[in-house]
């Protein structure tokens, strides 16, 4: 289900009254979001993902200009049914979280603390990075596979990034893996991403 997120990092959707999730929601409200990522080469099984629990409610007429924008600036092709009669927006309201951050890495985040929790520094800057790095230096990324993780590749893509790390899709000889690489410390700028990247490379040089 596409979805954006609002100010307090509530799913949005917009979703058409014909749908049945649409009737199951207004039957029963109570409802979850699975999110994984956008790329699963490898095991999933080592991979992050996060179910939030929660309940959708129909966002009120004060508050749809808003989520509409919102919306609209994360999926652009919904403009053109946005306004159709039968489409609406629903918010999930979280009541609980479960994530899982690979093999052995799990756990319960209760509403509180994901209301609380600080947006990722690099999450507006990300979009740009992986350009940036899959354009210009997939040599690198191939060193820092090799470097840490043990892996040779011949292909590499930077698939995501954020104030700990990053991860890699790799083309092998023995198929396509994907590798998580952190970076020596918590990185909250582009500028500082960059600086570790540069001085990974080049210890992974020496």
């Known amino acids: 289900m596409p979805f954006a997120l609002d100010l ?7 979703i058409s009254n014909m749908a049945m999730h649409t009737q199951n929601l207004k039957s029963d409200p109570r ?83 994901y209301e609380d929790a600080a947006p990722d520094p690099l999450a507006q800057a990300a979009a740009g990075i992986l350009t940036h790095m899959n354009a210009d230096h997939v040599d690198s990324m191939i060193l820092l596979a090799r470097f ?28 396509m893996k994907a590798v998580r690489i952190n970076f020596p410390q918590e990185i909250d700028t582009p500028m500082k991403t960059r600086t570790a990247l540069v001085e990974m490379v080049r210890k992974a040089r020496q």
């Open 8 to 14: 307090a990092g509530r799913p949005l959707f917009l």
């Open 31 to 113: 409802c979850s979001l699975f999110i994984g990522p956008a790329n699963s080469d490898g095991d999933p099984l080592g991979t992050a993902r996060a179910t939030l629990v929660g309940v959708a409610e129909s966002v009120s007429a004060s508050d749809s200009a808003s989520i509409r924008e919102i919306y609209l600036a994360r999926h652009g092709n919904s403009r053109y049914w946005v306004d159709f009669a039968d489409f609406s927006f629903f918010r999930l309201q979280p009541v609980d979280l479960y994530y899982v951050g690979g093999f052995g890495v799990m756990g319960w985040v209760g509403a509180r603390d």
């Open 148 to 175: 840490h993780a043990g892996l040779e590749a011949t292909e590499a893509t930077m698939t995501s990034v954020d104030r700990l790390g990053f991860t890699l899709r790799l083309k092998t000889h023995e198929g």
